[in-house]
Each structure stands twice: as C-alpha cells, then as structure tokens.
C-alpha cells in the first residue's frame, strides 16, 4: 500500500512537472512570436533566423518578430519599422537580433527595447518608446552596451578576427580630407551621434557622446573614449529610405556629410 502511494505520489509531480513546463514552452512560443514590426525599406536579401531555427527571407512589408535574427547580404540596407514608429536601419553585412521588443501606448510600465548588434553596424532612430522611457532601451556589442538619451545615432562593430592591423588600445585614425582611399576602420565599436546623445557601458567604464560627436571603444575591459574626428565610420543607404523622414532632410542630410558620414537624419 506505501508503494502505491508513493507511486501515485510520484506519477502527481510529474504529471505537474510536464503541465508546467507545456505552459513556459507555450508562454516563450507566443513571446518568441510577438510582431513587434515591418521592414519598411529593403535594397537586397534579408535573411531572418526565428528564435525556432526556422529561416526565412523576407522581403518589403514582412513582419519581424520578438527573437528574430536578421541578416543583411553584401549589398543589402534594410530598414525595420517598429511599432512605436522608431527605426533601425541595418548596413550591408551585418547580424542583428531582436532580444525582447514590447510597445503598448496605454502600458508604458511595460516598454522594452532590447536588441543586440552581433555583427556590422546600423542606424538608429528613437521613436515613442525612447522618448517616454529611455532607460528601457539597450544595444548590446560584443565591447559595450549602448543607451539612449533621446537620440539618433549610428554603431559599427568592426571584428579583429576580419585582420584589420590596429593595436587594441589605440584611437582610430581620422579620415584623411583628400580623395585618398579611406583606411580600414580598427576593430572594435565605433559610434557616431547625430542627435540627442547615447551613453555607451562596458567594464571599463561609462561615457556620454552628444550629437556631433564620435566614439570608439577597442575591447570590453578598455573604457569608452571620445574620438576628435570621424575615423571613416560611413552609412549611406539609398535615398528612397529616408522617403518618410520629417523635418528638413535636405539642410540636415548636408550637415551629416560635412560631419564625415553619409546619412540623413532627422
């Protein structure tokens, strides 16, 4: 009769065991699956790896969703459209992933932007969720995490594996002004402000870039630091993607390329 009980006992807590761990598994599969965007402008292939390992190529006006992976091709820019209206714009051969994106105009308590920048480099452009809770959101790069301040403002992640020749702790070179060919970017995190500003975090430390001003951060233990000029860090999409960008492009878009990079902004 006490093995029976015991039995019966056991068979109880595994049947709990299984219903509990079919409703986590259910309740990842409908975060994993949320839609928390569209592409909005596409220049080439767009690979998206789905937090299932599925993997799908998407075209203009497919949805991404939480945990998605996106990857641009050689020649491929790509821009996603986030439900708050916010963009991120991705250059040619970069890897971006989706960690957890939420957005509900009547639950701002809720807010989470939280994206990964694996390889390459992008545009960011803040939209409702930045504006109304900043802390909320992050990038993380291999060397640091990158915050807001209200901001629009551009990251590039240069890999040492690629066999870029630059001591680790050394501050990028600046463009040469002539029509000489432009040097590799060293490896690491390079980040440009175009408005507002970004704070960027690792072990080493935390600085502040306000708009105009550029950075660079050589590895995770080494702090943040200022760079006085544009090493060559450039972004320059096709026209048609700043087709729905307010304000005057044309006197902000000359002011980001007397600055060094090519961009419009708003």
């Given at each position: 009769?006490?093995?029976?009980?015991?039995?019966?006992?056991?068979?109880?807590?595994?049947?709990?065991?299984?219903?509990?761990?079919?409703?986590?598994?259910?309740?990842?599969?409908?975060?994993?699956?949320?839609?928390?965007?569209?592409?909005?402008?596409?220049?080439?292939?767009?690979?998206?790896?789905?937090?299932?390992?599925?993997?799908?190529?998407?075209?203009?006006?497919?949805?991404?969703?939480?945990?998605?992976?996106?990857?641009?091709?050689?020649?491929?820019?790509?821009?996603?459209?986030?439900?708050?209206?916010?963009?991120?714009?991705?250059?040619?051969?970069?890897?971006?992933?989706?960690?957890?994106?939420?957005?509900?105009?009547?639950?701002?308590?809720?807010?989470?932007?939280?994206?990964?920048?694996?390889?390459?480099?992008?545009?960011?452009?803040?939209?409702?969720?930045?504006?109304?809770?900043?802390?909320?959101?992050?990038?993380?790069?291999?060397?640091?995490?990158?915050?807001?301040?209200?901001?629009?403002?551009?990251?590039?992640?240069?890999?040492?594996?690629?066999?870029?020749?630059?001591?680790p702790s050394s501050v990028p070179s600046p463009a040469p002004s002539s029509a000489a060919p432009v040097p590799p970017l060293a490896p690491g995190l390079h980040?440009?402000?175009?408005?507002?500003?970004?704070?960027?975090?690792?072990?080493?430390?935390?600085?502040?870039?306000?708009?105009?001003?550029?950075?660079?951060?050589?590895?995770?233990?080494?702090?943040?630091?200022?760079?006085?000029?544009?090493?060559?860090?450039?972004?320059?999409?096709?026209?048609?993607?700043?087709?729905?960008?307010?304000?005057?492009?044309?006197?902000?878009?000359?002011?980001?390329?007397?600055?060094?990079?090519?961009?419009?902004?708003?």
């Open positions: 009769m006490k093995n029976l009980r015991r039995n019966c006992t056991a068979i109880e807590a595994l049947a709990r065991a299984l219903v509990c761990g079919a409703l986590l598994l259910a309740t990842g599969a409908a975060w994993a699956g949320q839609v928390v965007g569209v592409v909005a402008h596409l220049s080439g292939p767009l690979m998206d790896r789905k937090a299932d390992g599925t993997v799908k190529v998407l075209a203009a006006q497919s949805e991404v969703e939480n945990g998605d992976t996106l990857v641009t091709e050689r020649n491929t820019y790509a821009q996603i459209r986030f439900v708050d209206h916010g963009e991120i714009t991705l250059r040619p051969g970069t890897t971006f992933r989706i960690e957890n994106y939420a957005y509900d105009a009547d639950k701002p308590d809720g807010d989470s932007a939280a994206f990964s920048l694996l390889k390459g480099g992008l545009r960011s452009i803040t939209g409702l969720l930045g504006k109304r809770n900043k802390e909320k959101f992050s990038l993380k790069t291999p060397t640091a995490t990158i915050g807001i301040r209200g901001t629009t403002f551009i990251a590039q992640w240069v890999d040492g594996a690629a066999g870029v020749p630059s001591a980040v440009a402000v175009q408005e507002g500003m970004i704070v960027v975090t690792n072990a080493g430390g935390a600085q502040n870039f306000p708009a105009g001003q550029f950075g660079f951060v050589p590895n995770l233990h080494q702090p943040p630091i200022v760079v006085p000029q544009n090493p060559g860090l450039k972004f320059a999409p096709p026209p048609s993607f700043a087709a729905n960008v307010p304000g005057p492009v044309a006197s902000q878009g000359a002011a980001a390329q007397q600055g060094g990079t090519d961009c419009i902004v708003r």
